[in-house]
Nanobody, 123 residues
Framework: QVQLVESGGGLVQAGGSLRLSCAAS????????MGWFRQAPGKEREFVLA????????YYADSVKGRFTISRDNAKNTVYLQMNSLKPEDTAVYYC????????????????WGQGTQVTVSS
């Protein structure tokens, strides 16, 4: 059982950077693949990126390749999303997600999710 809490969202100008954090409860964090989804008003939930249990493998949506980076620190039960070269179309609520085993690009594959943190990118 895992509880997830996101932080680090805010307002930033286009071209700027933000780092989101997701703190997880529990003693078995290292057994969970972690990821991030996002959802803008009136739009479908969208997969952003994910990382394997050990951090050895990552998977990025084409829209964020070269700009976003996911990492994790299993000793701190925390996953990070470094967001660079932000664009207005990145504006959304960002959700941290977790699942047992390997990562997935499907929302329904994940067992746990946080409450989300708002990221707003101005032109």
């Amino acid at each position: 059982q895992v509880q997830l809490v996101e932080s680090g969202g805010g307002l930033v100008q286009a071209g700027g950077s933000l780092r989101l954090s997701c703190a997880a409860s529990g003693r078995t964090f290292s057994s969970y693949a972690m990821g991030w989804f996002r959802q803008a008003p009136g739009k479908e939930r969208e997969f952003v990126l994910a990382i394997s249990t050990s951090g050895s493998f990552t998977y990025y949506a084409d829209s964020v390749k070269g700009r976003f980076t996911i990492s994790r620190d299993n000793a701190k039960n925390t996953v990070y999303l470094q967001m660079n070269s932000l664009k207005p179309e990145d504006t959304a609520v960002y959700y941290c997600v977790a699942r047992s085993g390997f990562y997935s690009s499907y929302w329904t594959a994940y067992n746990y999710w946080g409450q989300g943190t708002q990221v707003t990118v101005s032109s």
